[in-house]
């Protein structure tokens, strides 16, 4: 075997690797937080989305994880699913 064709099946074998670790590299975290009072787009703690009804489905992804705090929420209505391998992950925070 040459190095050319050593050399495209590492090329291949990069290509595969990325395929499948793209998506997960993309993951974005979120913040949900009863009161809080920041820009209110759930970048973090600060600005974290302030009720459920201020969840930004349009924006989340397979794979994304929502990090919920501790306190008295409306109806949580999930309105975004994920992928095969790449659910929507809502964790609560302690």
């Known amino acids: 075997m040459n190095l050319s064709m050593k050399l495209r099946g590492l090329g291949w074998a ?11 590299l993309h993951a974005a975290t979120y913040y949900l937080r009863a009161g809080a009072t920041g820009a209110n787009n759930g970048s973090d703690w600060t600005n974290a989305w302030g009720r459920t009804s201020n969840i ?9 994880t929502v990090y919920i705090a501790a306190g008295t929420y409306g109806p949580l209505n999930i309105l975004r699913s994920g992928a095969a391998g ?3 992950i809502y964790r609560i925070s302690r």
């Open 14 to 24: 990069v290509a595969a690797l990325l395929a499948f670790t793209a998506p997960a």
């Open 86 to 88: 790449q659910p929507p």
């Open 56 to 64: 930004n489905y349009s924006i989340l992804q397979p794979g994304d």
